[in-house]
């Protein structure tokens, strides 16, 4: 039987919005216009993670294990940027299980984001696992967009997977963002499924692109979240590092 989400509405209020914190954090040194840009923006990367490290080795015991996970994934994503894969999915798979363990959502889907980025063994696999939790829990809408968009770009043009993939960003931005993140995120969100529109079936006009959206039935929850539901099963292939329903019924019914 296909598995359908439960997708909890709201992220929560303490968690702190930083727009395109996630959707910019793939930022490669070998873009830089010189070698010597690139050296410069290497030992800048360096202090940066060397500062990260003095400040996880500062904490004291009794700070909240979810600051300290906090720090280590940082470290991790410029461990990426420095092209230190190997090191960052090490991070990452550790801070998952912590994460997991302690109901910490949000530094779970930020460390399958890192095990994916690091292209270590199974890194497909981590990114339909943290689509999965930032799907079905409340995290920053913006990393479940990120997440998302993860998928698109490793599905090919005609695939019907990127389709669903991108109208669920949409989705989840309607039902969490608020203010000038919704805004910001609605925009990027309908964008991205219009540049999907295009790919999949040359749509450029508005009309056709409505066309397109009711014949794909995009415009059901109902009906495109069994179906990203189906992609991911395809993804990780009976290879679930948690139990699904186990972790669904920690959703508090309030945000059901």
Known sequence: MTETFRVSQQAPATTEKIIVKYLESEAFIGDNESSEDAIK???????????????????????????????????????????????????????????????????????????????????????????????????????????????????????????????????????????QEREDLKFFTNQLLGQVARRHSQVEEQEIFDFWVERMELNDPGKFLPRLAKVLEVIIDGDWWFDRDALRAKIPADEV
Request: glycine letters at 4%; a negative charge; proline letters at 3%.
């Open 41 to 179: 923006s290497s030992k800048l990367l360096q202090l940066k993670l060397d500062e990260k490290r003095e400040e996880l080795s500062a904490l004291s015991d009794d700070v909240p294990n979810d600051k300290r996970l906090e720090l280590q994934l940082e470290s991790a994503y410029i461990l990426l940027d420095l092209d230190r894969r190997q090191e960052a999915g090490q991070i990452g798979k550790a801070v998952l299980d912590q994460a997991l363990d302690e109901e910490l959502w949000l530094r779970a889907v930020e460390a399958c984001d890192i095990l994916y980025q690091s292209e270590q063994t199974k890194s497909i696999k981590a990114l339909a696992h943290g689509i999965w939790l930032g799907v079905t829990f409340p995290i920053d809408p913006e990393l479940s967009v990120a997440m998302l968009q993860h998928l698109i770009d490793e599905t090919p043009d005609k695939s019907d997977g990127a389709a669903v993939a991108a109208v669920t960003a949409c989705y989840v931005v309607d039902i969490r963002a608020e203010g």
